[in-house]
C-alpha cells in the first residue's frame, strides 16, 4: 500500500508561483518512481512531469516544460512540484502518483499503481 496526499494548491494570479508537495507512506515498494498529473474541468486528466527514485530521471510535459520543476526527497518521503509563470490555463486539479519500481518517464494513467485525492490550483487571469 502506498499512500499519498498531495497539498501546497491554492488561487494565484497569472505569472505568480506555488509549490505543491506530495507527502507518502510506502509499505509495498522498495522503489518507486512518482508522477504528477492534472485534471481541468470537462478535460481528461493529462501528465505533467515524473521523476525516478534517485531524482536522475526526469521528464515534463512541453506545455510546462521551462516553467514547472519536479523534485523529491525520500527521506523526508515527499515530492514536489514547484510550478512557475502559471497561466490560467494550469488551472486544474494536481494529482501525484506512485509508479512501482526504479524506472521513470511513465506518461499514462495506467502506468501508475496508486493515487492521491489532488488539490486544487487555481490561476487568475
Known amino acids: 500500500q502506498v499512500q499519498l496526499v498531495e497539498s501546497g494548491g491554492g488561487l494565484v494570479q497569472a505569472g505568480g508561483s506555488l509549490r505543491l508537495t506530495c507527502t507518502y507512506k510506502n509499505s509495498t515498494f522498495s522503489v518507486f518512481a512518482m508522477g504528477w498529473f492534472r485534471q481541468a474541468p470537462g478535460k481528461v486528466r493529462e501528465f505533467v512531469a515524473a521523476?525516478?527514485?534517485?531524482?536522475?530521471?526526469?521528464y515534463y510535459a512541453d506545455s510546462v516544460k521551462g516553467r514547472f520543476t519536479i523534485s523529491r526527497d525520500n527521506p523526508e518521503h515527499k515530492v514536489y512540484l514547484q510550478l512557475n509563470s502559471l497561466k490560467p490555463e494550469d488551472t486544474a486539479v494536481y494529482y501525484c502518483?506512485?509508479?512501482?519500481?526504479?524506472?521513470?518517464?511513465?506518461?499514462?494513467?495506467?502506468?501508475?499503481?496508486?493515487w492521491g485525492q489532488g488539490t486544487q490550483v487555481t490561476v487568475s487571469s
Open positions: 521523476i525516478g527514485w534517485t531524482g536522475g530521471s526526469i
Open positions: 502518483a506512485a509508479h512501482g519500481g526504479a524506472a521513470a518517464g511513465m506518461r499514462t494513467l495506467l502506468e501508475y499503481d496508486y
